[in-house]
Nanobody
Framework: QAQLQESGGGSVLTGGSLRLSCAAS????????LGWFRQAPGKEREFVAA????????LYKDFAKGRFTISRDNAKNTAYLQMDNLEPEDTAVYYC????????????????????WGQGTQVTVSS
């Protein structure tokens, strides 16, 4: 059974950085499509970034480009989301999500494309 566990959230000031981790178990990680989403209070859960093709082609939502970096360590079954130059608007619960490549029909930015979800980790950015 697939399990995803996020960690690394916390509280930072504007301009600060955090690195989120997503540890996966029960999956073949090197062929696992991995996405990061976030949900702010009162808002829909939205796409942040995704890693497919073993990490060869990362994709980002516009607000994440240039500030966030998705990566993965297939040997450790762990994905990361490095977040730099954080802004108060980035405050949200961040979730990692995944689906085995053979079952993936896309698109990567759609919540419905993912089978497995973590519990989320809170990120709070204050000015």
């Amino acid at each position: 059974q697939a399990q995803l566990q996020e960690s690394g959230g916390g509280s930072v000031l504007t301009g600060g950085s955090l690195r989120l981790s997503c540890a996966a178990s029960g999956v073949t990680f090197r062929t696992y499509v991995l996405g990061w989403f976030r949900q702010a209070p009162g808002k829909e859960r939205e796409f942040v970034a995704a890693s497919s093709d073993g990490g060869a082609t990362p994709l980002y939502k516009d607000f994440a480009k240039g500030r966030f970096t998705i990566s993965r360590d297939n040997a450790k079954n762990t994905a990361y989301l490095q977040m730099d130059n954080l802004e108060p608007e980035d405050t949200a619960v961040y979730y990692c999500a995944g689906v085995p490549q053979p079952a993936f029909v896309g698109p990567v930015y759609s919540r419905g494309s993912y089978r497995d979800w973590g519990q989320g980790t809170q990120v709070t950015v204050s000015s």
